[in-house]
């Protein structure tokens, strides 16, 4: 099965600072990765992916690099606004499983 | 376009009572799926479903039955509630592998 661990359980930074959310997964098989924001009392929602013929995507404030030889993913956060402040979970999917693994995530809070 | 709709929002149980929580989407999404959400943990697998009439086992099916008789719609059951299943539980769908998108969820508590 899929192992996913987050470096840093909690996360605070200033607002306007960037912020980078780290991943790291097990399963090498893993080609098909995303990320969701989950605010408080609300379900996840899809933030942006990567595949792994990929080593980076950017979105509107956000990227995700993706480095496949040490299993590890980051999302990075430009500009961070209290908006931002969520429970972000990374997902790793296999080609030969169709059920998701997430870790516990990390909780970014933004500091005015 | 609703997306994923969830109800109920919330529910009280007493052990031993048995229950659906209902799940319907508007997407004609092939993939279903149940989770559940502890304090401090990410999501857990309860059940999936890739398509109408097709349901597995995720990481944490025990008291917990589903069934998918149309596209639409993948109700859970509790059969017999216990204290251990008072959690939040998200349904989600996704067309093939992609994105899942996430209804609101359901807090459930078990006394």
């Known amino acids: 099965g899929e192992s996913v661990g987050l470096h840093l359980p909690t996360l605070s930074v200033q607002e306007g600072d960037n912020s980078i959310i780290n991943c790291a997964y097990s399963?090498?098989?893993?080609?098909?990765f995303i990320w969701y924001k989950q605010e408080s009392g609300k379900g996840p929602q899809f933030i942006i992916d990567i595949r792994s013929n990929m080593d980076k995507r950017q979105g509107q404030r956000v990227t995700v690099l993706l480095n496949k030889t040490v299993k590890h993913l980051s999302l990075q956060i430009a500009a961070t606004q209290p908006g931002d402040s969520a429970v972000y979970f990374c997902?790793?999917?296999?080609?030969?499983?169709?059920?998701?693994?997430f870790g516990s995530g990390t909780q970014l809070t933004v500091l005015p | 376009n609703a997306g994923v709709t969830q109800t109920p929002k919330f529910q009280v149980l007493k052990t031993g009572q048995s229950m659906t929580l209902q799940c319907a989407q508007d997407?004609?999404?092939?993939?279903m799926s149940w989770y559940r959400q502890d304090p401090g943990m990410g999501l857990r697998l309860i059940h999936y479903s890739v398509g109408a009439g097709i349901t597995d086992q995720g990481e944490v099916p025990n008291g917990y039955n589903v069934s998918r008789s149309t596209t639409e719609d993948f109700p859970l059951r509790l059969l017999s509630a216990a204290p251990s299943q008072t959690s939040v539980y998200f349904c989600a769908s996704s067309q093939g592998r992609e994105k899942l998108f996430f209804g609101s969820g359901t807090q459930l508590s078990v006394l």
């Open positions: 997902a790793p999917h296999s080609g030969s499983a169709r059920q998701l693994t």
């Open positions: 997407m004609n999404h092939e993939y």
């Open positions: 399963n090498s098989a893993s080609d098909y």
